[in-house]
């Protein structure tokens, strides 16, 4: 493989897929390498109504609508106080709907819609290592061979291959937090109606409904050193496991960078708040579109590359700050302003 493109995208959970259909539309040569095959394992996802309009935009909302997920009309909360059920709005039309997608599910359907818009998708490309030449990323390097390219977006999730490789800090904003997921399957029906979070002396819990008689569950401890193996959710008492309890580092971070010379960091290679926060896929999928958009522009030559750079690092900066003070407060409410502090 030795190929020339105008973006190689390295991922596609919904950053990467977004950013190869929105340069892909916007008639880029657009290369994206994954190394795994298709589909593949990640944790349910519940998805704001905010998000259908997006997918819309990019043509992929009927890949969304076709797949018949799980709708409902807001979640209920235990956060210091009785549980109270949030809706997320209505207009004429009537109630605004979310959707509980299934991860593996919706990551192919955005594949696939990326696909058909002309993205070039090779599946089990591991990336050994992207390249830089003076101080500019201009490809990457896998086991089949090598693609160059006029921008990279790194899409690569948050072990955070390309900022290590150019030596970018990832800045932490709190203690180190892990969370605990896993799928149970039985009869529940109190989470068939709509998901909850509830917040008790050590933590949170989210449990939603996934499918017919699936449930997930999701578990934040912040006792540290306090793994959750054997412990499961009180309403999924006599319900089955299905699978094992996986975990997931959530530590509060980013990229000191999140753009340069010839990249883009997207989705959890470029910021990660834990799951609370609620906008993990919106971010993914705005940040890649972001990402996407930006590097058209610039192999069309409507603006310049620092200004493309400049413009991504205040966008994505200032919407993770935003969401960084609402989760600050949200946390210190019952927990205290250090629980969660460095």
């Given at each position: ?21 929105v ?5 880029l040569?657009v ?20 998000l ?41 039309a ?41 101080a ?148 993914a ?58």
């Open positions: 493989m030795a190929d020339e493109v105008d973006l190689l995208v390295l991922g596609v959970g919904p950053a990467g897929s977004a950013a190869a259909i340069a892909a539309r916007a008639g040569r290369l994206v390498l994954e190394r795994s095959l298709f589909p593949r394992h990640r944790p349910g996802e519940t998805l704001h109504p905010g259908e309009p997006l997918l819309k935009r990019i043509g992929a909302r009927d890949a969304l609508l076709s797949a018949n997920y799980v709708r409902h009309c807001g979640t209920w909360v235990e956060w210091g106080q009785p549980p109270r059920f949030e809706p997320f709005g209505s207009d004429g009537g109630p605004w709907l979310g959707f509980q997608a299934v991860r593996s599910d919706f990551d192919a359907r955005l594949l696939a819609v990326a696909t058909g818009a002309g993205a070039e998708v090779r599946q089990e490309s591991a990336v050994v290592e992207t390249i830089v030449d003076a500019r990323v201009v490809g990457a390097r896998c086991k089949q061979g090598e693609a160059r390219a006029r921008f990279v977006v790194d899409a690569m999730g948050d072990r955070h291959r390309l900022a290590r490789q150019l030596g970018t800090p990832m800045v932490r904003y709190s203690r180190p937090l892990q969370v605990r997921y896993g799928y149970v399957t039985g009869h529940c029906p109190n989470r068939d109606d709509a998901p909850l979070i509830a917040a008790d002396e050590h933590g949170w819990t989210w449990t939603a409904c996934i499918g017919s008689q699936r449930y997930q569950w999701t578990r934040l401890d912040l006792r540290e050193g306090h793994p959750v193996t054997e412990w499961r959710p009180t309403e999924f008492t006599g319900l089955t496991d299905l699978g094992r309890v996986r975990g997931a580092d959530v530590t509060w971070r980013m990229a000191e960078r999140v753009a340069g010379g010839g990249y883009f960091l997207v989705g959890d290679a470029a910021a990660v708040l834990d799951p609370a926060s609620s906008h993990g896929v919106l971010r999928l705005m940040s890649g579109m972001m990402a996407g958009h930006l590097a058209s522009r610039v192999v069309r030559d409507e603006i310049s590359d620092a200004v493309a750079v400049d413009h991504y690092q205040k966008w994505l900066t200032d919407w993770f700050r935003h969401d960084l003070i609402s989760m600050r407060r949200w946390y210190g409410e019952l927990f205290g302003p250090a629980i969660v502090a460095l």
